[in-house]
């Protein structure tokens, strides 16, 4: 089936430095993926939709310059959280979308900034 | 808007059966899914309704009405690693997945 591969699966960092955060679709291409934060006990909010090719779109209350996602391959999006600071922490999931029925996620991020 | 509801949390004996009921309203629809949960990994997926009725696969079953807003997903002989949380989410007509909070399950012995 479908495998979607995110890495880091765990990064700590500084507060100040950027993290960039990969998620690659192994065997299938990918015109669509969606990045993910989840915080502890909750469900997952979408951040934003990373488009091929194109400009990712954003959710509401998301900063696209905090946040940096380029989608720059059919296989590979990545998510670049800049100038990171504690609150920042969180478990972040990448998805890819194969068929319209269909997604698969990556294993996720644990990100923490110290 | 878009509203995707189901339980908090569950409790259920090891052996037994329980049902964690989804009811949804979205902007179009394109199919309903379940996903496990357990603490500190990502989502794996369950089942996937796009018509009405049941689907069952192994101990797991997930059942779809579309008239009526609403799924479940039937957990039977569970076990104690069936400890986890139960999302679920609906695709709606940008086929954008909209999620549930998720039902944390909790199996005791």
């Known amino acids: 089936g479908a495998v979607v591969s995110q890495h880091p699966s765990r990064v700590i960092c500084k507060s100040g430095t950027s993290v960039k955060i990969e998620c690659r679709s192994l065997?299938?291409?990918?015109?669509?993926m969606f990045w993910y934060r989840q915080f502890p006990k909750k469900s997952l909010m979408l951040m934003a939709t990373?488009?091929?090719?194109?400009?990712?779109?954003?959710e509401q209350g998301v900063e696209k310059d905090k946040f940096l996602i380029n989608h720059a391959s059919l296989t590979l999006s990545t998510l670049t959280v800049t100038s990171a600071h504690p609150e920042d922490s969180s478990f972040y999931i990448c998805?890819?979308?194969?068929?319209?029925?269909?997604?698969?996620f990556g294993s996720g991020t644990r990100l923490t900034v110290v | 808007g878009q509203n995707i509801d189901q339980p908090t949390e569950m409790t259920a004996t090891e052996g037994a059966i329980v049902q964690i009921n989804c009811t949804y309203q979205?902007?179009?629809?394109?199919?309903l899914f379940w996903y496990q949960q357990h603490a500190g990994e990502a989502p794996t997926f369950l089942s996937y309704?796009?018509l009405d009725g049941l689907e069952e696969k192994g101990r797991f079953s997930s059942f779809l009405s579309r008239s009526k807003g609403y799924s479940y997903l039937l957990l039977k002989e569970l076990q104690m690693k069936d400890s986890a949380s139960y999302l679920c989410?609906?695709?709606?007509?940008?086929?954008?997945?909209?999620w549930g909070a998720g039902t944390k399950l909790i199996i005791k012995p």
């Open positions: 309704n796009v």
């Open positions: 990373s488009n091929e090719g194109s400009k990712a779109t954003y």
């Open positions: 065997d299938f291409q990918a015109t669509t």
């Open positions: 998805s890819a979308r194969e068929v319209e029925s269909g997604h698969t």
């Open positions: 989410a609906v695709m709606d007509s940008n086929y954008q997945l909209i």
């Open positions: 979205t902007s179009g629809f394109n199919g």
